[in-house]
């Protein structure tokens, strides 16, 4: 009898160990060629200096990341939204601005991902050897051409690509911060490293003609540390459409409506810039379907068709008119996107769409740059961990309060636009000033009420103000019901 007893428990617990290591090996998982990349020896009026960590998804699952977070605001980040499929590849983009910062660094990137509860750590580090006194030298953008003529493209070709050659023609090193297109489907890519006087860098344009039939054109913003700031490029042509399959995730409904999406953020709109979202939206019935918008706010525009038919994808386009809003900060709204069928049946849903206002750091001087406020902040992660209900049965008023501390580490007065976020668990105890002057700290505190908390908590905090380093940054909370 014993030995049976023995017996059992061992395969009852090869058995658990075997459903965990198989359900190890199904879930995602994150790789990176590098974890740790040395710049070197950099200079400190050199400009700013970055470099692309490469990750990869070995495991099963898609790996999505929510959030990359860096240890400090002198360190800005780029990384692909869009998910990464089991042995694909994806870039995060780290630039780190030496500017004012002699010395030894080593700054840390945590990403956020369904792959851990960890974060999976990235480090940048080198040294930044202090800037010489002296005449001022300036980087000069010079390109033998402006505008590319692709001429006729066939869309079953895929993607095209054109290279843009940039030299400097300066007496200093010229780094393109930035590199803006005015469609995503005008991908940029560019010489991340600081271009040398008499050297050569590329700025990259790959323009994706799928579903985009006929003539086009489209302006390619490229920011720099020149006096002129910025320059315009341009692509153009015509695209020969070919009928093919289409291709698209439709992860939400409206009705008998499938859509790709309902929540659109714009990341960072700049004063006058009107940037655009377009997805798929398909009927799945087999009778027309009408379309209609309520409540929209007048800063956004909807391009949709007015009548579904069954079966045919068509294109939804979300215009955010950022040249008519005056403010700076972060706008949250919504608006009802309504259905109809053929036989009646009315559905309608929310749409959200979020952007974060900032300034034109383009037109601020080097000197200005150098003089400008730096916001830092305690921490990037707040974690309320388990929440207690107090009171008679749990039933207690009684929030939960965690406290971030914002500084100001420049030489300038740090305007905080806003402080919000869009979920409204989360209460923001509001700043009786909104203006921090240097060297001073200020502390914001975030309460969660518990029993109004349904389920586990995971959104982000987001700050925008007038750090032309990071003029937006985000602050990731999490609390356990």
């Given amino acids: 009898m014993y030995k049976k007893v023995i017996t059992s428990v061992f395969l009852f617990t090869a058995f658990f160990c075997f459903n965990q290591s198989l359900y190890a090996q199904n879930e995602a998982k994150i790789t990176a060629e590098q974890t740790v990349f040395d710049f070197g020896k950099i200079q400190e009026d050199g400009g700013i200096v970055s470099h692309d960590f490469t990750i990869k998804n070995e495991g099963k699952e898609l790996l999505t990341i929510s959030q990359v977070v860096a240890s400090c605001g002198c360190t800005s980040l780029e990384w692909s939204k869009q998910p990464l499929s089991s042995g694909k590849t994806g870039k995060i983009g780290v630039s780190y601005d030496p500017k004012g910062r002699p010395g030894d660094f080593e700054k840390t990137v945590s990403v956020y991902s369904n792959a851990s509860k960890d974060p999976y750590i990235l480090t940048i580090k080198g040294k930044v050897e202090p800037q010489q006194p002296g005449v001022e030298k300036q980087p000069i953008f010079t390109t033998a051409e402006t505008v590319h003529d692709f001429g006729v493209i066939n869309e079953a070709d895929g993607e095209a690509l054109h290279i843009f050659k940039i ?211 305690s921490s990037t992660v707040i974690e309320f961990g388990k929440l207690k209900k107090t009171g008679f049965l749990g039933m207690g008023g009684k929030p939960a309060s965690q406290q971030l501390t914002i500084t100001n580490e420049g030489k300038s007065p740090l305007i905080l636009h806003s402080i919000s976020t869009d979920d409204q668990h989360v209460e923001i105890v509001a700043l009786k000033n909104n203006t921090i002057q240097p060297g001073e700290t200020r502390n914001i505190e975030l309460r969660i009420y518990p029993k109004k908390l349904k389920e586990n908590l995971d959104t982000e905090l987001h700050i925008v103000c007038n750090d032309a380093r990071g003029p937006v940054r985000e602050v990731k909370i999490t609390a356990e019901k």
């Fill in 167 to 377: 030299k400097n023609t300066g007496d200093a090193p010229l780094v393109i911060s930035h590199v803006q297109s005015s469609c995503g489907c005008a991908e940029p890519e560019w010489t991340r490293e600081p271009i040398q006087p008499g050297q050569f860098g590329d700025v990259v344009i790959i323009y994706n003609p799928t579903n985009r039939p006929g003539p086009f054109k489209k302006n390619i913003t490229v920011y720099t540390n020149e006096k002129r700031n910025r320059q315009r490029l341009t692509i153009k042509g015509d695209v020969v459409p070919k009928p093919k399959e289409l291709n698209a995730s439709f992860q939400d409904t409206i009705g008998v409506v499938q859509m790709e999406q309902k929540d659109f953020v714009f990341h960072t709109v700049r004063p006058k810039e009107v940037p655009k979202k377009e997805i798929w939206i398909q009927n799945f019935s087999d009778q027309d379907v009408d379309l209609s918008i309520e409540g929209l706010p007048s800063y956004i525009k909807i391009e949709l068709p007015e009548k579904l038919e069954p079966k045919k994808p068509q294109r939804l386009k979300i215009i955010f008119d950022g040249a008519s809003i005056e403010q700076r900060g972060r706008v949250f709204s919504k608006f009802v996107l309504k259905t109809k069928t053929a036989s009646g049946q009315i559905t309608s849903d929310f749409i959200t769409v979020a952007a974060n206002l900032i300034d034109d750091f383009a037109r601020l001087s080097p000197s200005e740059r150098k003089n400008s406020a730096v916001l830092q902040l």
